[in-house]
Nanobody
Framework: VQLVESGGGLVQPGGSLRLSCATS????????MSWHRQAPGKERELVAA????????NYVDSVKGRFTISRDNAKNTVYLQMNSLKPEDTAVYYC?????????WGQGTQVTVSS
């Protein structure tokens, strides 16, 4: 099983980034997917989640209206479009796959929002 995040980097406040999480080794279309983040000295938090077929999403209040989670089951990939980024969005972002008792995590990608 592999989950590989990409797309992180340094961006100015107000800018945008698109994170990708490419997966392999499991039946992607059976798994709910989510993005989480962890800032230095803070606990990891759920940012956004999407059902296995993409018919429902949910977001933490702090990113509603700015972030969009989506998935492409043909490419076994989940995305996080992040707009209007703020310094408080700085964190390592992780994707996670969940199905029944199974949980898989990626290794994370750093997002830094700074001028």
């Amino acid at each position: 099983v592999q989950l590989v995040e990409s797309g992180g980097g340094l961006v100015q406040p107000g800018g945008s980034l698109r994170l990708s999480c490419a997966t392999s080794g499991f039946t992607f279309s059976s798994y709910g997917m989510s993005w989480h983040r962890q800032a230095p000295g803070k606990e990891r938090e759920l940012v956004a989640a999407i059902t296995n077929i993409g018919d429902s999403t949910n977001y933490v209040d702090s990113v509603k209206g700015r972030f969009t989670i989506s998935r492409d089951n043909a490419k076994n990939t989940v995305y996080l479009q992040m707009n209007s980024l703020k310094p408080e969005d700085t964190a390592v972002y992780y994707c996670r796959a969940v199905h029944s008792q199974w949980r898989y995590w990626g290794q994370g990608t750093q997002v830094t929002v700074s001028s």
